[in-house]
């Protein structure tokens, strides 16, 4: 069965690795030559994955020139039931049938009151019960503006604790504590002041050059000693923001030891503790949300992406005695969007009923096992980590001096070559880390484990052709 068929019948497709294996070819189309004429050099993807897309259904994407990917991209993790899948073109079909208001900035419907229930029966009993939520404009970088405004609001303090290698959006105050200095450095000074910047536990590569339980130890006391030493030089901050999986820093996974420790910290030092769930929330990591591993309740979470079933939306759900601020405090005129809410809802009754979670735990576990057998052929796989089906591997320059904890560096040039190798064998897939040296795959979570299968033996004979190009 070929991807064409595949992508039609919504069957797995497979693709038998031969040594005549059909390569793509990528030329400038007409689409792509005006996109880049006259859309803005601050564009992203196209740079990497040029195509002009037709067509989408499941897992697979179809160009404008008849050629099949699988998208292991899926809206950078919004798509966690891949492309228009049926439970959430019932649900925009019926918002439309209802002939419901589209817009309503933040006025009450059935459908919002639905969606809320919905994902108050999500969270862990724990934070449901005290639990306030507030709807952002429609991206996660103004919910993340929202969580900034809501804990200075109610603390009085203005210091906010990041982390190095994170990523929490693009406005001026969300860049403001992203550990990546590319962004901000054109910038000069950012709007947004009182951000300080704390080692995040990077196990592969220990800010300490430890690692283990050792590193996580000394972190912890790093960030104790910062908070309860009156001679610091920082400011006891209103927030702690982390990502308990960092996406655009690397795939890196926060040690769950790490984070409840962080928890009992800033809990004893009463510092709200924000979590960033906007790519590793539902089901993303085989938990409903990253946390949850850890057993830990944050007094803030924000979420986007895959909350809106596709389309876009954004919230801040938070504990009660942080709800202290003014009416108006934080508004949007897209914070109503009646088809994301209905779409969103759909995608949550659907992760609980069909144990979605449980599906990414075991095809993540599948992926892994698959990309360290891998490894066992490539020395340049330095790294392989992640949580469910939020994986990266961590490429290295097997030759390079090693560090302080005995690992190869960062290729900065192998990494591109992979991504490219992939493309032109039909697999979507984008990069992350420093140097931009991490493949990272963010499949849609409905995979089944033969796609998995075909993921994996794709990846190797890229590897194979991006290696030998070196």
């Not at 309860?228 to 901050?237: I, K, R, T």
């Not at 996406?247 to 420790?261: S, T």
């Amino acid at each position: 069965m070929s991807v064409a068929t595949s992508l039609i019948e919504d069957q797995p497709a497979r693709i038998v690795p031969t040594p005549a294996e059909t390569l793509y070819q990528f030329n400038e189309s007409p689409l792509l030559a005006r996109q880049n004429q006259q859309e803005s050099n601050a564009r992203s993807y196209p740079r990497r994955i040029p195509l002009a897309l037709k067509r989408a259904k499941g897992i697979y994407i179809e160009d404008v020139e008849g050629r099949h990917f699988i998208d292991c991209l899926a809206g950078a993790g919004t798509l966690a039931l891949g492309h228009n899948h049926a439970v959430v073109i019932e649900a925009i079909r019926q918002v439309l049938s209802d002939e419901l208001p589209l817009h309503t900035l933040d006025l009450t419907t059935p459908v919002k009151d639905q969606f809320v229930q919905d994902l108050f029966g999500l969270l862990p009993p724990a934070l449901a019960a005290e639990a306030k939520i507030q709807f952002c404009g429609p991206t996660g970088t103004d919910a993340v503006e929202a969580a900034l405004k809501l804990v200075r609001t109610a603390t009085g303090r203005s210091t906010v604790l990041s982390f190095q290698g994170g990523y929490h959006g693009m406005s001026q105050g969300a860049l403001s504590l992203m550990g990546s200095l590319g962004p901000k450095k054109p910038l000069g000074a950012l709007l947004s002041s009182g951000v300080q910047f704390m080692p995040y536990p990077y196990d592969y590569r220990c800010p300490f050059g430890l690692g283990g339980a050792q590193g996580v130890q000394v972190n912890l006391n790093y960030l104790e000693n910062l908070l309860n030493d009156p001679e610091a030089g920082v400011q006891l901050p209103a927030a702690v923001i982390v990502e308990v999986v960092q996406g655009e820093g690397g795939v890196i996974p926060a040690d769950l030891d790490w984070l409840r420790g962080v928890r009992r910290i800033t809990e004893k030092a009463g510092v709200a503790l924000i979590v960033d769930e906007i790519q590793s929330g539902f089901a993303r990591t085989g938990k409903m949300f990253a946390f949850e591993h850890a057993g830990i309740i944050p007094d803030v979470v924000v979420m986007s992406k895959a909350i809106g079933g596709s389309l876009p939306l954004a919230v801040v759900v938070y504990r009660d005695w942080l709800d202290t601020w003014l009416p108006g405090a934080h508004a949007g005129t897209f914070r109503g969007n009646q088809m994301a809410m209905a779409a969103g809802s759909a995608v949550m009754r659907y992760l609980v009923e069909h144990k979605v979670c449980e599906h990414a735990t075991a095809m993540g576990e599948r992926l892994s096992e698959h990309l360290r057998i891998l490894q066992r052929d490539f020395p340049h796989m330095g790294d392989i980590r992640g949580r469910g089906l939020m994986l990266g591997v961590e490429l290295v320059d097997p030759s390079g001096a090693p560090d302080a904890q005995g690992h190869a560096p960062i290729s900065a040039a192998l990494a591109p070559l992979v991504q490219r190798e992939c493309l032109k064998r039909g697999l979507i897939l984008e990069l992350g880390g420093r140097h931009g040296g991490v493949v990272r795959f963010l499949p849609p979570l409905v995979i089944t484990a033969a796609e998995i299968d075909q993921v994996a033996g794709i990846f190797g004979r890229a590897m194979t052709a991006a290696t030998a190009s070196l």
